[in-house]
T-cell receptor
Framework: GQQLNQSPQSMFIQEGEDVSMNCTSS?????WLWYKQDPGEGPVLLIA?????ELTSNGRLTAQFGITRKDSFLNISASIPSDVGIYFC???????????FGKGTHLIIQP | EPEVTQTPSHQVTQMGQEVILRCVPI?????FYWYRQILGQKVEFLVS????????KSEIFDDQFSVERPDGSNFTLKIRSTKLEDSAMYFC????????????FGSGTQLSVL
């Protein structure tokens, strides 16, 4: 099946620091999405991207859809304790219904 | 705010037993999904369901799995003869007509096969 390579696997940062994570693939995706998952909960959508080169912000979060349509990054500025969780990228292929998820980036914030 | 509801939150079963995981999607949604997440791993697509039939399924969704929308509100996932490797968190999701950003996930059912 399709693979999304997400990195880093985990991040240990200080509160207030900026965070950056990314996903790459050998396949072209029609749509890129970024989700956050808290313990015991389902993924919650943060940002959806539909066009190559698109840069979208949601508060302190910024994500971009790569020009080649094979990659995306997510930045979080000025991290706060509630940003702790697992962040997943997900892609949707042209004509597909299901999403392909990356393996996640576990964000841990030290006070 | 409307939400996708899943029951039970935890299910423990013996290997070889049948299990049914239940979901109540958001009421005006038309597209329904099951995903699973093995502990510590990524979320994996299982199946999508629209207009009372499966519209797409992954290679994980073999003959042991089936889905049903028995009435106007419930959406179920049945595993006929569970295996140890079926142990995972199973997420139901639903969306209305339109783009994928309207997809909402439930909180999941943790299935443990002993």
């Amino acid at each position: 099946g399709q693979q999304l390579n997400q990195s880093p696997q985990s991040m240990f940062i200080q509160e207030g620091e900026d965070v950056s994570m990314n996903c790459t693939s050998s396949s072209i995706f029609n749509t890129w999405l970024w989700y956050k998952q808290d313990p015991g909960e389902g993924p919650v959508l943060l940002i959806a991207l539909y066009k190559a080169g698109e840069l979208t912000s949601n508060g302190r979060l910024t994500a971009q859809f790569g020009i080649t349509r094979k990659d995306s990054f997510l930045n979080i500025s000025a991290s706060i304790p509630s940003d702790v969780g697992i962040y997943f990228c997900a892609g949707q292929l042209v004509g597909a219904d299901g999403l392909t998820f990356g393996k996640g980036t576990h964000l841990i914030i030290q006070p | 705010e409307p939400e996708v509801t899943q029951t039970p939150s935890h299910q423990v079963t013996q290997m070889g037993q049948e299990v049914i995981l239940r979901c109540v999607p958001i009421s005006n949604h038309l597209y329904f999904y099951w995903y699973r997440q093995i502990l510590g791993q990524k979320v994996e697509f299982l199946v999508s369901f629209y207009n009372n039939e499966i519209s797409e399924k992954s290679e994980i969704f073999d003959d042991q799995f089936s889905v049903e929308r028995p009435d106007g509100s419930n959406f179920t996932l049945k595993i006929r003869s569970t295996k140890l490797e079926d142990s995972a968190m199973y997420f139901c999701a639903s969306k209305p007509q339109g783009a994928v950003e309207k997809l909402f996930f439930g909180s999941g059912t943790q299935l443990s096969v002993l």
